[in-house]
């Protein structure tokens, strides 16, 4: 039996190891029939096998890699047309996901990483130098590039000036293999060296892609299509292949057969539904696909259904929007991990500088690329939005909690007092999470709702939150209202108070806002009322049990009251 790939192995190793291998070979078809001299763009969530596909590339391609029988049996070998392609061209394949390290703001760190892994590339072809091909100047180029001499000038134009080299030893023109362009960039997001990261692979891939003669073919990967960077605009053979496009969406991830002959090659058929639920759900153009990576690691572990996905991927933007979410944004998202779908636009490509001005739709489009929402087109730019599955639905969950630097016991302290209505203990764990101000960002009341939205996480798969609800005769902060029956509507109304004296009154405030308005009209039964007060990390508030007879405007015959008290 076909032992189990979840380590990344290339192609080439795979099919030497005899690992089990799920054709995709026809991505190369549907290259070669769109354009055999073009660039090409394919952005797919990590681990869905955009890396296998890349290898299968240059093992394709490579005119090293003569005489191999690696495609012997599968789908591309019944293309005539195709195979005369096969080891015909030089590949240069350039890594660029390490380029740069979470957190680190060292451009020089990054500069020595370009000069390492550019130094390894042109190791590869250090045959070069013996030929009588390549001129004097040429051979300068390369020894300075090889032995990590050369300025940024000259690594810009390293891999277009390798390709020139190739194509004169060769007398064919270069295929070039780019995977993971934009995981550096993502990597330092937020950071001050993230645009002079842009600024250099912007140089770098630009001189490679654009106009360079003694290109045939290019493929790169990327998690998302970066909007305003320059890579690829200007190029008039560039095909941008994403999660919305048809064409060739059945290359990446598995599809129902191709999971049921995984499960029923290694024995366990039965086990189809229980994959289903957890690893299904994602939509590329109109395929319905599931997570690769998981399924291989599913049958590796012994069919135990688990998150296998959670440490596989980098969320550094998205956890950053997270932090910086205002109260739609954050709404959003907990109904949608609570099973709920929603109807939005999308973005099909990001800008990092709209991503800060923290737009619910960017925080939207950027789970959709990154896999962990599936988006079904609903005509006139707008999509279903829903999580794809139990695994992804997890993820989702344990990232919502951990946007704020909270542990799980203040989360669990702060929703039982909101459910028993106790107003000293809501205060203290409130008090505590204010008391980090220099994380927070309290700029005004829509920080404070985020972060009292962020507090009420664990509560919100029994309830369906709205902010800014139209309630009554005005609008409410927050409500929870009910999903099913058995719990209490909560209504909550915040206040930023001009001075630490006024906090007392603007909680009481609250709760007569509340009254006055009539938040809770249509309501019956229990209703916990809770108005709060900020100022800085100071907070006081205010806490009602009501128990409404009716649906009714005027006041419930009972009002059981609370005042919190600072600790």
């Known amino acids: 039996m076909k032992k189990v790939n979840t380590s990344g192995l290339s192609f080439r190793d795979i099919r030497e190891g005899g690992k089990y291998y799920v054709d995709k070979s026809l991505l190369i078809k549907d290259m070669l029939d769109t354009d055999d001299r073009g660039v090409f763009l394919y952005t797919r969530p990590r681990r869905f096998g955009k890396t296998t596909n890349l290898t299968m ?171 305003k960077a320059g890579f ?163 993820i989702v969950d344990s990232l919502l909690s951990r946007n704020r630097r909270i542990g799980n016991d203040a989360f669990e302290r702060f929703n039982a007092a909101v459910l028993d209505g106790d107003a000293a203990a809501m205060t203290e764990v409130l008090q505590s999470v204010l008391a980090d101000g220099s994380y927070f960002s309290l700029r005004d009341e829509s920080s404070y709702e985020n972060i009292v939205l962020t507090m009420m996480h664990g509560m919100l798969r029994g309830y369906r939150i709205t902010s800014q609800k139209e309630s009554g005769n005005g609008r409410a902060d927050l409500v929870l209202e009910l999903r099913d029956e058995g719990s209490v509507p909560i209504i909550l109304e915040l206040k930023v108070s001009d001075s630490e004296g006024s906090l007392d009154s603007d909680a009481e405030s609250a709760i007569a806002q509340i009254h006055d308005k009539n938040y809770y009209l249509g309501m019956r039964g229990d209703v916990i009322l809770i108005g709060l007060a900020f100022r800085g990390k100071l907070v006081r508030g205010k806490v009602e049990r009501l128990r409404l007879r009716g649906r009714t405007r005027r006041p419930p015959a009972i009002r059981e009251g609370d005042d919190m008290e600072d600790p």
């Open 57 to 227: 590339l240059d093992a394709f391609f490579n005119i090293e890699y003569k005489g191999n029988t690696w495609f012997d049996g599968l789908a591309i070998s019944e293309h005539p047309d195709c195979m005369c392609q096969m080891s015909r061209y030089p590949v240069i394949l350039l890594d660029l996901k390490d380029l740069a390290a979470e957190g680190n703001n060292d451009y020089g760190i990054f500069v020595s990483r370009v000069k390492k892994v550019l130094s390894d590339l042109y190791n590869r072809f250090t045959y070069l130098l013996d030929s009588p091909r390549i001129g004097d100047r040429d051979r300068r180029l390369f020894e300075s590039v090889l032995y990590m001499d050369a300025d940024e000038n000259v690594l810009a134009d390293a891999v277009r000036d390798l390709s020139r080299m190739l194509h004169l030893f060769h007398g064919e023109r270069t295929v070039i293999l780019v995977d993971e362009y934009d995981q550096s960039i993502t990597q330092t997001f937020g950071d001050a060296l993230q645009e002079r990261v842009i600024g250099f692979l912007r140089l770098l891939l630009s001189s490679a892609l654009k106009s360079n003669g003694d290109l045939q073919m290019a493929y790169v990967t990327g998690v998302m299509q970066v909007a």
């Open 232 to 394: 690829f605009s200007g190029m008039n053979n560039i095909s941008i292949n994403n999660t919305f496009s048809v064409e060739s969406d059945e290359r990446f991830g598995f599809t129902e057969p191709e999971v049921r002959d995984i499960l029923s090659y290694y024995g366990h058929p039965e086990k189809f539904d229980e994959a289903r639920d957890w690893y299904d759900g994602y939509r590329f153009g109109d395929a319905e696909v599931y997570n690769p990576f998981s399924i291989m690691t599913y049958v590796q572990r012994g069919f135990q259904p688990d998150s296998y996905w959670r440490d596989s991927s980098r969320n550094t933007p998205m956890l950053w929007m997270l932090e910086r979410a205002g109260a739609i944004g954050l709404q959003a998202v907990a109904d949608l991990v609570n099973g709920g779908t929603m109807v939005s636009e999308l973005h099909r490509t990001v800008s990092y500088d709209e991503m800060r001005l923290n737009d619910p739709v960017d925080l939207l489009s950027l789970m959709v690329m990154t896999g962990y929402l599936n988006a079904i087109p609903k005509g006139d730019g707008l999509y279903e939005l829903s999580v794809p599955n139990r695994e992804a639905m997890g």
